[in-house]
């Protein structure tokens, strides 16, 4: 079984088509959402559909143009198992918007924490310390699985992220640097999850492109720590309600 958790279905060319050959060939996908007006459409179409998880987002670099569709996320957080993708981006051309989104991601993780339960995808630029202050200050990951989406902070906070129990899905980008493969080899294998970040990584467009994003990930995973693969499924596997 392939598992791939953190991927925009919306932003496919054909999500439906997408949708229907990833169920034929077995691939469970956690589907993250950038606003809540995408998880209202996912949830509509895809509810049925067992492989997919569709995640209630307000991705970062959103913020400044959606920052009132906040009550949507609001409106839909206690029925929403998986949240996704929030965070901070701190890149130049977001920063303006910094107090609009560390006023957003704190309700978000304060609604988690409240409600529990919740498997979060995260996003993170240039914010890290941020992330986790929040994290740390909701006391989230005492009731949630927080995963790191492409994380790219330092080994400290890493460490930090560690110890605080959150997951950390990787992906093909990350293995290309030497700061991503050292990143990597420091994460502990049973908090280590696999992504394609779909279409965004190698503009994958496919279920089939998608497999083999995953699978070389997942053997890059096999020459760091013998049966990393497994490990890596069975973590998966708890994710997939």
């Not at 899905?169 to 493969?181: D, P, T």
């Not at 294998?189 to 496919?206: C, Q, R």
Request: charged share 25%; with cysteine; proline share 2%.
């Amino acid at each position: 079984m392939i598992y791939d958790l953190h991927c925009h279905l919306d932003l496919m060319p054909s999500m439906r088509e997408f949708a229907k050959d990833a169920k034929e060939s077995n691939i469970n996908i956690l589907a993250v959402t950038t606003t809540p007006k995408a998880y209202e459409k996912e949830i509509a179409f895809f509810h049925s559909y067992e492989n997919i998880k569709i995640a209630l987002g307000l991705h970062p670099q959103l913020v400044s143009e959606r920052y009132n569709e906040l009550a949507l996320v609001e409106k839909y957080i206690e029925d929403a198992a998986y949240i996704g993708e929030i965070g901070l981006d701190y890149n130049r051309q977001f920063y303006s918007a910094k107090n609009k989104q560390i006023d957003v991601f704190e309700n978000i993780i304060k609604w988690c924490s409240s409600e529990g339960g919740k498997v979060i995808s995260i996003h993170s630029v240039h914010a890290d310390k941020n992330v986790l202050d929040i994290l740390e200050k909701y006391d989230c990951t005492k009731n949630n699985k927080c995963i790191l989406h492409w994380f790219s902070g330092s080994l400290s906070q890493l460490r930090r992220a560690v110890e605080m129990g959150c997951y950390f899905s990787i992906n093909e980008m990350m293995m290309q640097s030497l700061n991503g493969r050292k990143l990597i080899s420091n994460i502990p294998i049973d908090k280590v999850l696999v992504e394609s970040d779909a279409p965004f990584i190698n503009k994958i467009s496919t279920p089939q492109q998608l497999e083999v994003a995953i699978l070389r990930v997942e053997l890059y995973t096999n020459t760091i720590w013998n049966h990393g693969s497994e490990i890596i499924h069975l973590s998966s596997k708890s994710l997939f309600k």
